[in-house]
């Protein structure tokens, strides 16, 4: 007998094996078969590829099977397996599968059990299909309906033309008081005793659209009692009916933002629906061998007859979409790269766009060798057009979660979220930071006289003041009702907290202006601190909103830190600042100096300008007792200005009584000399008092020259060039090296008290002061040590080369009028 005819059709066979097994692949579909006899499984390659396995290395059993269930999915196998062999009958089973790496696979299996001729079961066979992404879909579907239906706002589904009540979530049905049995037998006119012909027919105008219709309307609960509702409607298809999707607020109430915007984006989801795709496989010259049946329906065909054998160019395709198709299916056979999956769009007849979803790869025998192509597309147009619109309401829906409806400020929400963040950053920095808490004194009264649409644009004006106040990286955010909280990040010390606070009921407290109302309103604000006060978001709101109520019980218009150590020294500060503020307006500083010597020869060499507070009831401050506080309010800028001024006119003063006064020193502040307009006034002043540059020596202290060296460089240059003398202030304590001070255009260093006050007993001090001084003397500089004030400290510092002298021991800081008696008696 001739095997001919056999080996002819084997080519055919393989072609159509290979063919059957790509399409297995493509369907996550594979074919199984199971030995009774000896528990040996035989899987096609799709069933390795859902077990992760690799068929050179791995033989699966019935006991590896059972043993990577778990064990309800093993228990209901067996069961099925016991139950087949004992009735014959095919057999359904769905399993979760965990591969080794931890993926998770859902596998849908169907088989049945083949029989001897003695009908003993020998085998089970069947089909296992991959249905991960059902279950995924499903899981996904779920949520979003559990979602919706615990939501805590009004959602309802009504019929478009009848109006005939189709869903309710629970908030809805509690609400009204009404069971779903009982809704779904009335009609929106029903609930709404107040709707409006006139609102039904913007109703009509949603048909077709993706539009929505907003409206004020009332509801009426079963028990008759009605209620405001802002209510949003769209039209959409729900259960194959024409419907419309209806958002109701209550809005008798401030209602949680986010909840409401939450189940707006899920319902938007909702929308979203699996399309179908079509399937379609060429041979090597870009031919049809085949496709499924949607395929064919798009090629406007009947059966696959009419389609084998044909190309791109045969089949009804618009324009160039043909030779597209066609050029692109060859590219992909000639160069045979892996799949391409791109997004291919078209104008359909009706002139509408089309997008499509389009996958192409090589078709391989069972020699790894191109024998064509598969494609695969499907219609995305309305997914893409859904996730454009999802998109798009996702950003509002995302910006209205977190933030106030009426002032668009961050909501609790958002707040506890960067309050949590702020904790974190804090800790990681070791940084500090506060939280203010401000409630808005007799806002109440407000509302009650004159209602709420005038209270909400008095928060408005309020909340943009306070706005004003803050930094870009400080929140300001509305709890609700007139509770403001701000979160102050990187805060300095507890005054930071104070500025601000002081600010914002500065910003508050002028009169507002709304529709032909004036009101003079206050605010009550309470402070907490982190890492201080508490290391929670709640905690630090909770002690921030005791020390507002606490702001409250001492008179309103004030704040209060959560501790009353800090609240006491808070407004001891501000009180200070405050008589700051008048002492510079009164002029009630006072300039003294102290006379510098040549230790040797005892001659008046120099004085340093020192400043003293006349104070209206304490008497004469020291600088300790004010200087502090003047950096932090920035007032230290003035204050240096007044100095200067006072010092200056003094010295001319002294000239023109031909005193001939020393060199005068002046203390610089960091804060005096950043200023833009430094040179500028310094000039003035210069010109004022016909004072020369030579006559004056500039003391800058070494910790703040070094903080920020470059800058100060160039700043201190320019007073060189003018002719001052600079000298470096409280030198040692700001560790400088050599090398800076080579940069540096100085001419002095002022050796800092601290290192002469145990001289000579303590040996460290006195090695450091012969190191600075050596320093000095091999730069060129002159030296001078302040803070002298025995006979031991100066000998020290004689013998070792240091001879100007300031201190004690010599002078203590006197007032004009003793340092013009002193200039005197020098002058005979």
Sequence with gaps: MSHRPLEQAEPTLQKQEKRLIQLQEFAKVGLWELDIATGKLSWSSEIYKMHGKDPATFSPTLDYLLNSLSVTDRERMQRKLKTAIETGQKQHLSHKLVREDGTEVFIELVGHIEYDENQTPIKAVGISSDITHLIQLERRYQELAHLMQIAHQEIYIFDYHNLRYLYANDCALNNLGYTLEELTQLTVLDTNPYLTLEHVEKLKALEGSQKTVTNLSIHQRKNGSRYPVKAILQHLPYQGQDAVVLFDTDISELKNIEAQLTQQKELMENVLETVPVRIFWKDLAGKYLGANQLFLSDAQLESQQQLIGKTDYDLPWQDDQGDYYFQTDMAIIESGQSTLTQQESYVDEDGSEKTWLVSRM??????????????????????????????HQTEILKHQAHHDELTQLPNRTLFNNRLQYAIEKAKRAQTAFAVHFIDLDQFKKINDSLGHDIGDEVLKIIANRIRRT???????????????????????????????????????????????????????????????????????????????????????????????????????????????????????????????????????????????????????????????????????????????????????????????????????????????????????????????????????????????????????????QFGFHIAIDDFGTGYSSLAYLKRLPVTKLKIDKSFILDLPQDEEDAVITKTMIAMAESLGLTVIAEGVETLEQKSFLINHQCYQHQGYYYSRPISSLDMTEILSKLAE
């Design 362 to 391: 090589p078709l391989k025998n069972g020699q790894q060798q191109i024998v064509g192509m598969l494609g695969t597309y499907e219609d995305i147009t309305e997914r893409r057009n859904l996730e454009i619109q999802l998109k």
């Design 470 to 720: 803050i930094r870009a990286e400080d929140t300001l955010a509305r709890l609700g009702g007139d509770e403001f909280t701000i979160l102050q990040e990187s805060l300095n010390s507890p005054q930071d907290a104070v500025t601000l606070a002081q600010k914002i009921l500065d910003a508050t407290h002028d009169p507002i202006q709304v529709t032909g109302h004036t009101f003079l309103l206050s605010n009550s604000i309470g402070m907490s601190l982190y890492p201080k006060d508490a290391d929670t978001p709640e905690d630090l709101l909770k002690y921030a909103d005791a020390a507002m109520y606490r702001a409250k019980d001492e008179g309103r218009n004030n704040f209060q830190f959560y501790t009353e150590e800090l609240s006491n020294k808070a407004f001891e500060q501000m009180a200070m600042q405050s008589s700051l503020r008048q002492a510079l307006h009164q002029q009630e500083f006072l300039v003294y100096y102290q006379p510098q010597y040549h230790a040797v020869t005892e001659k008046l060499i120099g004085m340093e300008a020192l400043v003293r507070w006349q104070h209206p009831t304490k008497g004469l401050l020291p600088p300790i007792a004010f200087i502090p506080v003047a950096e932090e309010s920035n007032l230290i800028v003035e204050l240096d200005r007044q100095v200067m001024r006072g010092a200056l006119h003094q010295l001319k003063h002294w000239f023109d009584l031909g005193l001939n006064p020393p060199k005068l020193s002046l203390n610089l502040t960091v804060k005096h000399l950043q200023q833009d307009d430094f040179i500028e006034k310094l000039d003035e002043l210069l010109k004022q008092s016909n004072c020369k540059p030579e006559w004056i020596e500039f003391e800058i202290t070494e910790s703040n020259l070094m903080e920020n060296l470059e800058k100060m460089n160039f700043k201190l240059t320019q007073l060189k």
